[in-house]
């Protein structure tokens, strides 16, 4: 690998745990104060540039599952979907499995299977109204 490319590796994992620490962080606000529209924000700009950057890099696997995590976080945004426990536990599963894949697809150190919580990403995305609940955003 040439010296650029590296360069680029280096600088996409260090901005990607910060977006990372970001979404967690926000996770556990949103978790705190469902009704507090700050997280939601920070969370979908995070998601949304992990997905850009991933893609940048050519890094496919990880684009396409914050891809799925920025959906979902725009129903919230979109007050289409409430935040509770379990919307809560299945971003927080997937923003590990976002670090699994980013250790993996920079330094091959793992088989990361995202089939699952992709799944379970896009089922929540594309079910948001039995989940719905106007009062609680």
Known sequence: MGDDMQAYKDIFVSESAEYVQGIVDGMLQLEADPNDLE????????????????AAMGYERTA???H???SLMA????????VDASFV?????????????????????ADVD?????AE????TEGRTA?????AL
């Open 114 to 118: 995202t089939e699952q919580i992709a």
């Open 39 to 54: 997280p939601v924000e920070t969370v979908f700009r995070g998601a949304h540039s992990l997905k850009g950057m991933s």
């Open 64 to 66: 396409d599952l914050t």
């Open 131 to 135: 989940h719905a609940s106007p009062q």
């Open 68 to 70: 799925k995590m920025e």
């Open 89 to 109: 536990d299945l971003m927080l599963r997937a923003v590990d499995t976002v670090k699994f894949l980013i250790d993996d697809e920079t330094n091959g150190c």
């Open 121 to 124: 990403l896009l089922s929540r």
């Open 75 to 82: 129903t919230v945004r979109n007050r289409q979907q409430a």
